[in-house]
C-alpha cells in the first residue's frame, strides 16, 4: 500500500510562491518516478512536472517551464513542487502522483496518487 499525502497549498497573491511537498510511504520512494498534475473547476487533470528516481530527469508543461520546479529528496521520501511567478491560471487542487519506472506525463499511468492539496491564485 502506497500513501501519498500532499501540503503547502493555499492562497497567494499573482506573482508570489508557494512550495509544495509530497510525502510518500509504504514502498521504496526512490524506484519510480513522481509527478504533480492539477485539475481546475470543470476541467480534467491535467499534467504539471515529472521527475525520475535518481532526479535526472525532469519533464514540465509549456506553460509553467521556467516558473516551476520538481525536485526530490529520496532520504525523506518527499518531493516538491516550487510555483514561482503565480498566475490566476495556475489556480487549481494539486495532486502529486507516482509510479514504478520511468517518467511519463500522462495522467493514466500513475499508479498511486495523493487526497490533493489547493492552490488559489488571487489577481
Known amino acids: 500500500q502506497v500513501q501519498l499525502v500532499e501540503s503547502g497549498g493555499g492562497l497567494v497573491q499573482a506573482g508570489g510562491s508557494l512550495r509544495l511537498s509530497c510525502a510518500a510511504s509504504?514502498?521504496?520512494?526512490?524506484?519510480?518516478?513522481m509527478g504533480w498534475f492539477r485539475q481546475a473547476p470543470g476541467k480534467e487533470r491535467e499534467f504539471v512536472a515529472a521527475?525520475?528516481?535518481?532526479?535526472?530527469?525532469?519533464r514540465y508543461t509549456d506553460s509553467v517551464k521556467g516558473r516551476f520546479t520538481i525536485s526530490r529528496d529520496n532520504a525523506k521520501n518527499t518531493v516538491y513542487l516550487q510555483m514561482n511567478s503565480l498566475k490566476p491560471e495556475d489556480t487549481a487542487v494539486y495532486y502529486c502522483?507516482?509510479?514504478?519506472?520511468?517518467?511519463?506525463?500522462?495522467?493514466?499511468?500513475?499508479?498511486?496518487w495523493g487526497q490533493g492539496t489547493q492552490v488559489t491564485v488571487s489577481s
Open positions: 502522483a507516482a509510479r514504478n519506472t520511468a517518467v511519463v506525463t500522462t495522467t493514466a499511468r500513475y499508479d498511486y
Open positions: 509504504g514502498r521504496t520512494f526512490s524506484r519510480g518516478a
Open positions: 521527475i525520475s528516481a535518481s532526479a535526472g530527469n525532469t
